[in-house]
């Protein structure tokens, strides 16, 4: 049993970090990933990008991915639905102007950290590529459009780091949101509706 609930559990988060990895064409890439290949720990498996978009665009479990839909309720498979499904709505210009920024950088490198690739000097310029094109994209920015811009045949992802750096990016978020709020209450109800 002890075996088996590990196992439910790594399934659960490989389709969690896939929903998670992140938070993504005008032209379809020259090496577009086919594959994500997620470990956790000394396990893992290979997921086709084809297959993660037929469960998006229709919502049913294509064959490839059947195994995994056993582990998961179905509360959970509406989950891992909805955020593949999910579009984050910044317009591509601020995509790009965030990505030039020191804070934009920061998060590429945190981003980076999950990825495992055979030359780790490209592998925050891959990320920047498949964020921005996947932002500029018919359907905007989005996990899926993540996948189909990144430019290279796999993509490899650590599940322990990548549950370690959203945590750490989620932190940063809500303290950037506490600041906001003790912001907007030093400067008074008239000073904080400023356009």
Known sequence: MGLNF????????????????????IATPVKAAETIIVRQGIMSLS?????????ANTGKVPP?????????SPQQKQQVLGV??????????????LL?????????DEIATITRTQDPQTRGADIKTALLEAAE?????????????YPNPELRIDIDVAFDVFSRLNRSFWQTQQF???????LGPTDANVS
């Not at 196992?7 to 992140?22: C, N, Y």
């Not at 030039?100 to 590429?108: K, V």
């Not at 994209?137 to 811009?149: P, R, T, V």
């Open 84 to 97: 593949l499904n999910s579009q984050v709505g910044i317009p591509p210009t601020a995509v790009s102007n």
């Open 100 to 108: 030039t920024t020191q804070i934009g950088e920061n998060i590429l």
């Open 137 to 149: 994209s018919e359907s905007g920015l989005s996990i899926l459009g993540f996948l189909q811009s």
């Open 47 to 55: 997921l086709a990008i084809e297959d993660l978009e037929t469960l």
């Open 64 to 72: 490839g991915l059947r195994g995994y839909e056993l582990f998961l």
């Open 6 to 25: 590990q196992w439910s559990r790594f399934k659960l988060a490989v389709l969690s970090a896939i929903a998670l990895g992140t938070h993504i064409a």
């Open 180 to 186: 906001m709020v003790e912001i907007v209450q030093q």
